[in-house]
């Protein structure tokens, strides 16, 4: 049974504006205790099959786990093939069952995304969860042209996602989720400039920027998949101790170590999201189980000639057409 109404509307209301408690552990905690325990139920994902990129580590390495633990077969889509290998080799040691493997895929190379689909083959796909992630400290661009965070965080996976429309569509209920971030709260539709061109270039600007369109595009995403029956879905995870935060952020990191998320609970979303029945409204964007406001903050609204503008952007970008 979902439990998206599970939560008094008070203690939601407080735990999403006061930021700090409800991104933190123990946002985690109280709303956890009124989630339903069979929900995903423990078997929720078998016979289906989900690819997650960046599944190395963090958030994506506790999807990989959390979605073979339900009985899936989960692809590792990494651009090391070394640590994703190692990646495998832990889930196997924590779950001898966990059927899992890996894929290839470095999302901020169109290259790489083409090969990573073809391997699929005809293989049908029920759950494509985008989950890399990367916050350089200067401005970088792929061998595209793109700034990297564009290419690894919207890019690359609307690429991915149009590749895949064939495996996704054949198979039962398919579900695409994006796994953003809370941060984007601060950011506004960067449509003018997505490839951060213009002004001061720094590495939480431009994740939070490429955050933000993300959840602008999933509504989008959201209608031009329906015909195929493929649900697209957004979220954060909070505040989560992960590698990738420790090293690109080391003083928020010290700051915050003691009310960070597990990766675990990070990943709880993501999971439930993929896994729960009946599938969750499509084009929603949800934070612990339950759909969230895309803003706070008059200044970061857009409207939907931006949204659409910069949809049509980034689809000419990577060779789609703009329809």
């Not at 905690?29 to 289906?48: E, F, T």
């Not at 209920?173 to 720094?202: H, K, Q």
Request: glycine share 8%.
């Amino acid at each position: 049974m979902s439990s998206i109404n599970d939560a008094s509307p008070r203690l939601e209301y407080l735990l999403d504006r006061t930021i700090a408690p409800g991104y933190s552990r123990l946002g985690f905690h109280l709303r956890h205790a009124r989630w339903p325990p069979d929900d995903p139920r423990p078997d929720a994902m078998r016979g289906r099959t989900a690819l997650v990129t960046g599944a190395n580590s963090g958030i994506g390495k506790s999807v990989a786990a959390a979605l073979a633990g339900l009985g899936g077969t989960v692809l590792l889509g990494v651009r090391n093939r070394e640590r994703g290998e190692q990646a495998c080799r832990d889930i196997r040691t924590a779950d001898p069952n966990a059927d899992v493997t890996v894929t290839l895929c470095d999302l901020s190379d169109t290259d790489s995304v083409t090969q990573c689909a073809a391997a699929l083959g005809d293989r049908s796909l029920n759950v494509l969860i985008h989950n890399a992630g990367v916050l350089p400290a200067e401005r970088t661009e792929t061998a595209g042209g793109h700034e990297l965070t564009l290419a690894t965080h919207v890019l690359g996976p609307l690429l991915l996602t149009d590749l895949l429309t064939r495996q996704l569509s054949t198979a039962a209920d398919p579900r695409v989720i994006f796994v953003a971030s809370g941060g984007m709260y601060t950011a506004p539709l960067a449509v003018d400039d997505p490839e951060f061109r213009d002004g001061n270039y720094r590495g939480a600007t431009a994740y939070a920027r490429t955050k933000r369109m993300q959840v602008a595009l999933t509504p989008l995403l959201a209608e031009h998949y329906a015909p195929q029956g493929i649900s697209v879905h957004s979220m954060h995870p909070g505040w989560v101790d992960t590698p990738g935060i420790a090293t690109a952020l080391p003083g928020f990191h010290r700051l915050t170590g003691p009310l960070l998320r597990s990766p675990a609970m990070g990943a709880d979303t993501a999971v439930w999201l993929a896994a729960t029945d009946p599938t969750p409204p499509s084009g929603r964007f949800w934070h612990d189980r339950r759909p969230r406001p895309e803003h706070y903050l008059r200044r970061t609204e857009y409207s939907d000639e931006q949204a659409s503008r910069l949809w049509a952007y980034c689809r000419r970008a990577v060779g789609l057409d703009d329809s």
